[in-house]
């Protein structure tokens, strides 16, 4: 019975892992051509990303549902970076009070990771976060970090850290 227990998570990590993987398939096109595209593409790519964050925003986030409807706005008052400053900003109180308010939905709570904060600016705070967008903002790091260390001269160290489920095994 513990080797069957163990399947479904073995099964689960694979479809992860190829999920991963597709999504940095699919990414890899746009990647290439970003340092090529005039001004124009990238404001245009831009505004499609935010158009679409903010209607999954509006259909599956309660914190900013209610935060936009507060405001008379809705998903469509939000398309350029500029509409990014309707949206009130997020009080660490908040999110440390009721975190559950700012999952999407439809978020597979299996496939969530807990993150916790420092602490450095006070109290800890611990919000939640999928796999794919961790390896997502680690392919961003990997991408800037040279840019970064050409633009202050600085050589940068990478620094490896583990991410595991609660009660994982690593």
């Avoid at 892992?17 to 790519?45: G, V």
């Avoid at 398309?79 to 978020?107: C, K, W």
């Avoid at 602490?119 to 976060?129: H, L």
């Amino acid at each position: 019975s513990q080797v069957s227990a163990r399947k479904p998570r073995a099964g689960r990590a694979l479809l992860r892992r190829l999920s991963l993987t597709a999504a940095l398939t699919r990414a890899i096109p746009f990647e290439r051509r970003i340092p090529f595209a005039t001004p124009e593409r990238l404001r245009a790519a831009q505004e499609r990303r935010i158009a679409e964050i903010a209607e999954l925003a509006v259909e599956a986030v309660p914190y900013y549902r209610e935060a936009l409807r507060r405001g008379g706005l809705g998903s469509a008052d939000v398309r350029t970076a500029t509409d990014l400053a309707l949206i009130p900003l997020v009080r660490r109180e908040s999110l440390r009070r009721d975190p559950e308010r700012f999952l999407s939905q439809r978020a597979d709570r299996d496939d969530l990771i807990a993150v916790r904060t420092g602490g450095s600016t006070g109290e800890p705070v611990t919000f939640m976060r999928d796999a794919r967008s961790l390896f997502i903002r680690d392919l961003n790091l990997r991408r800037f970090t040279p840019l970064v260390a050409s633009i202050t001269g600085k050589r940068f160290r990478r620094r490896a850290y583990l991410l595991t489920t609660a009660g994982g095994a690593t």
